[in-house]
Each structure stands twice: as C-alpha cells, then as structure tokens.
C-alpha cells in the first residue's frame, strides 16, 4: 500500500460523498410520476393520487406520494427492491424490461 | 535446439497461458453472477476477474492485459449476456483497463491503487452508458456506485498483491 492509493481511495469517497449530498438535498419532493420506456415518456401521473399503474411486465403503484415497484416479471427484481422514491429526478429502473419511473 | 525454435516455443506458451487465464476469468466472473449484490444499486460486483487484468499489467504484460481482458468480455456476453450487457462490458471494460494501464506506470500507485480506480472508472463508465441506454435518472447512483468501485476494487488489488508476491518469491527460487 503506497501513499498514492490512499490518496485514490480518499477522493473517490470524498467525491462520492459530496455527490450524494447534493443529490439528496438538491432535490425537492416532486410533483409527478413520468412512467418511460425505451427512454420514451410513455404515462403521466400526479403523485398526490394514490394508484396502481400496470404495464406489460411491472406494476408500479403511487401511494402517499411516494412510488415504489409493486412487481415486475424480471429476473433480477432490482426494480422490486429498490424501495420507495418521492423527491424529483430520483428513479427506479427495471434495466431487463427497459421500464424507467421518474419523479419529476 | 535452435533459438528461432525456442521463440515460437514461448509463443506457444504465452498463448496457452493467456487461454488458461481468460478460462479462469470466465469461471470467476460465472460463479460471480451466482451472488447477486443487486439490491444496493443495479450492476454491482466485486470484479475478480479483474485480478487477472492487475497481474498481467503489472507482469509488465499490457499486450497480455488487453488480449485476457477482450477476449473474456466478449466469451461472457457470448455465453451469459446479451447485446446490451456486451456494451456495458466493453465500455467498462475497455476505460477500466486503460486507466489501470496508464495509472501502472506511475510509481506513486501500487496494485491496490490502481485496481481501486480501475474499479470506479469501471463503474462510472457503466452509468453513462446507463444514462444512454435508459435515461439520465440513472446518475443517482452514481455515489453508490462510485463507492461501491472503489471499495471493491481495492479489495481486488489486495488479493493481486498478495498473488504478485507469491509470483516473486517463486520465480526467485527458480
Ligand atoms: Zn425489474
């Protein structure tokens, strides 16, 4: 271990950790869900209606103004796990399906 | 025997090795997709395979590096990917290696530096293909995945450094 690899390591925390703060705190809490896919806007919903949205192979739903994948045919189930999101720009991704939920 | 035979002899055998070792790349990287670290952010791995990379780079054998790196990449996708995971692969792939390449060459960094920022290079080169394939929103894992680089990267240039050592050792015995 040389001086230069804790210097690397040092940064990159340091980078990632200002990124993560100004992500988190940058954002306020968004308005609407934009459903997309193939990075085309596909539906619109305000996030102050509760709902299910299905699609062909997930189901998201907007409950108390957050949204959180209910289900998804994929195998990996990352989407499914990703848990719940509120504040705009944040998203969850079903890579596999290529289905995008944004808040905006 | 004569040297021209001898040459093509350690042709051959430099070639049987860069086989056996893009072979081992693609049995880690397989039992490495049997865990699956997707929960924290989409595309997380360890990279072992990638120690492979980091013995040949610092084996001085950049040719080697390249060769190994390519040919796993393209082996994997052909056998458990698809189009889409290849140009992750590659555009990983490909940055990762370069800068671990160039970043060797500076005496300030040993293995473990250089693995660690191979690995958020790695990562970093993901999310903008990402950001390309599915949309910008993707950047939001940046940090995690920027981390997630470093800190498994490191952990890959740990175990190359204790295989560097053991190379050493054993080639002063011979
Ligand atoms: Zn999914």
Known sequence: MKKGDIIICAVVFAVALILAVVFFFAKPEGKTLLVKADNKVIYEYPLDVDREITLEHNTAVIKDGSVFMLSADCKNQICVKSGEISKRGECIVCLPNRVILEIR | ?174
Do not use: W
């Open chain 2, 1 to 174: 025997m004569s040297a021209e035979q001898g040459n093509s002899r350690n042709k051959i055998k430099r070639l049987c090795i860069y086989a056996l070792l893009t072979a081992v790349c693609l049995i880690i990287g397989y039992i490495e997709s049997l865990v699956n670290f997707g929960f924290i952010a989409p595309g997380i791995k360890i990279g072992l395979a990638n120690s492979v990379a980091c013995l040949l780079i610092f084996s001085r054998d950049i040719k080697g590096a390249l060769l190994v790196n390519i040919a796993r990449i393209l082996l994997s996708a052909l056998l458990f990917g698809s189009p889409l995971s290849l140009v992750f692969a590659l555009s990983g792939g490909i940055i990762s290696l370069a800068a671990m390449i160039i970043l060797s060459k500076c005496r300030q960094f040993s293995v473990i530096g250089v693995s660690a920022f191979g690995g958020v290079l790695h990562n970093m080169a993901q999310c903008v293909v990402g950001a390309c394939v599915i949309g910008v929103g993707i950047f939001y894992y940046l940090p995690v995945l920027m981390i997630s680089g470093v800190l498994s990267g490191a952990l890959v240039g740990v175990l190359s450094g204790l295989i560097l050592n053991r190379m050493k050792s054993e080639n002063n015995v011979q």
